[in-house]
């Protein structure tokens, strides 16, 4: 989906690098840990490549549907081409992986719930022994927000399938919401329907750095919630936005039906229309504004604040 692009890259100077590091699981073997990764040649599923594949005792396995583009991916990585809509190539891609990180599909939510049941049910027909998965703070499936539903279902398969798990469950990417606040740059005005809800923005970088320290680590089986440091309303996400790129921006809360018929105009295709509307609509519901230390307990770093991230991106 939308939320798991876009792009942004910090270094680790900004807040210093605490941790020593997680423990690699060996394999079962005493061999070296092999771990495959979906959506390899993304944004996201790339920066765990290229953690990974820099641990000693590691194999990185990229997961792609083509041929990856020369450079994009570290030396030393193997790549295994799989459709998600390809149960019996998945499984082949899976043989012998001890680590599954599940990076999202993409796309309609009917279309993400088959790629992810056709990868949970290779892992396990394949013998993979953990997989570490990309989830969402939101994903209960009483939520409005589509994608919600979508992850809790993937988190519910897991769970039924036996495999050891665990979870990364993301607040919304900066990155992502930096989309409408581009726009809000050039007007001044930040409209969104998203009522007096609070959302704890978290960096794409930090996500990848939590998804590979999962993946490197033992299964915790349970849900580690992967946020920004604070919560903001969007009032004060706009002041933000505006002191950073030295452009005052205000935030309009709008009616959701004046959105949809304002989003709709500006062209928007039907799905995202959709994907967009209902994710404002749980933001709404103040289902984004948890703050949790899980990060800094997986990584030893601290997350980056939404000054950082502004500031980082191409023309701040």
């Known amino acids: 989906m939308l939320v798991a692009e876009a792009a942004y890259v910090l270094t680790d100077e900004r807040c210093g690098d605490r941790r020593a ?9 005493g061999g070296p840990m092999r771990i495959a990764v979906t959506g390899a040649t993304g944004r996201l599923g790339s920066a ?31 790549v295994r081409r799989a459709d998600y809509g390809d149960a019996g190539a998945l499984r082949a891609a899976l043989t012998g992986v001890d680590t599954l990180v599940l ?59 036996g495999l050891a798990h665990s979870f990364a469950r993301a607040s919304i990417y900066t990155e992502f919401f930096a989309h409408w606040l581009t726009r809000a740059r050039t007007t001044g005005t930040l409209r969104l329907p998203a009522g007096d809800g609070r959302i704890a923005l978290v960096s794409r970088t930090d996500v990848g750095h939590a998804l590979a320290a999962l993946a490197l680590g033992a299964p915790t089986g349970r849900h580690h919630d992967i946020t ?16 950073v790129w030295g ?47 899980d990060y800094t307990d997986l990584t030893g770093r601290m997350p980056a604040p939404l000054r950082d991230v502004l500031s980082a991106m191409p023309g701040s």
């Open 247 to 293: 452009t005052k921006v205000r935030y309009e809360d709008i009616d959701p039906v004046e959105y949809t018929v304002e989003t709709a105009r500006a062209g928007e295709e039907h799905w995202w229309l959709y994907a967009f509307s209902s994710m404002f609509a749980s933001v709404r519901e103040r289902r984004w504004e948890a703050v949790s230390a």
């Open 48 to 78: 765990v490549v290229h953690e990974t594949a820099a641990r000693a005792g590691v194999e990185t396995v990229a997961l792609t549907r083509r041929t990856p583009p020369g450079g994009l991916l570290p030396a030393g990585v193997g």
């Open 21 to 29: 590091g997680p423990r690699t699981a060996p394999d079962s073997l």
């Open 228 to 243: 920004g440091p604070a919560a903001l309303g969007v009032a004060e996400i706009a002041a933000v936005t505006g002191e």
């Open 103 to 161: 990076v999202s599909s993409d796309g309609e939510t009917s279309h993400v719930m088959t790629h992810h049941a056709n990868l949970v049910g290779a892992a396990a027909a394949a013998g993979v022994t953990h997989i570490a998965a990309l989830s969402s703070i939101d994903a209960d499936s009483a939520s409005p927000f589509c994608y919600a539903q979508a992850n809790g279902h993937t988190e519910e398969l897991i769970r039924r399938s």
